[in-house]
């Protein structure tokens, strides 16, 4: 059974920067896809971002384009998203999410197969 953790997040002002990780226990992470998602208080959940299981291929929803990267590093299980240029709007709880990689390329948004806690990430002066 894969489990997904994330941590790194807090309270950040405006203008600032986090990186959130997604650690992975009990399933190796390299035959997954793995996307963000967040869900702002009131609002629907809605993908962020998301990056195939090699790495090699990353999309972003047109939100936090140019702001936010994705990345992994599968020797360590692990799937990170830097978080640049915050604004209040972003404030939200995170989740990663796996997908097994039954197609080549990641759907940002796509509903995945495992999901982590969640963690709390608050833009606020």
């Known amino acids: 059974q894969l489990q997904l ?6 309270l950040v002002q405006p203008g600032g920067s ?15 896809h793995i996307g963000w998602f967040r ?9 962020v971002s998301c990056i195939t299981s090699s790495g090699h291929n990353a999309n972003y929803a ?3 384009k140019g702001r936010f990267t994705v990345s992994r590093d599968n020797a360590k299980n692990t799937v990170y998203l830097q978080m640049n ?10 989740y990663c999410a ?7 390329m ?14 709390q990430v608050t833009v606020s002066s």
Do not use: M, N
């Open 5 to 10: 953790v994330e941590s790194g997040g807090g």
């Open 18 to 32: 986090l990186r959130l990780s997604c650690a992975a226990s009990g399933v190796t992470l390299d035959r997954y």
């Open 39 to 47: 869900q702002a208080p009131g609002k629907e959940r809605e993908g």
């Open 62 to 64: 047109d939100s936090v």
């Open 85 to 94: 240029s915050l604004k209040p709007e972003d404030t939200a709880i995170y």
């Open 98 to 104: 796996a997908t097994f990689r039954h197609r080549a």
């Open 106 to 119: 990641c759907v940002i948004g796509s509903p995945p197969e495992y999901w982590g806690q969640g963690t």
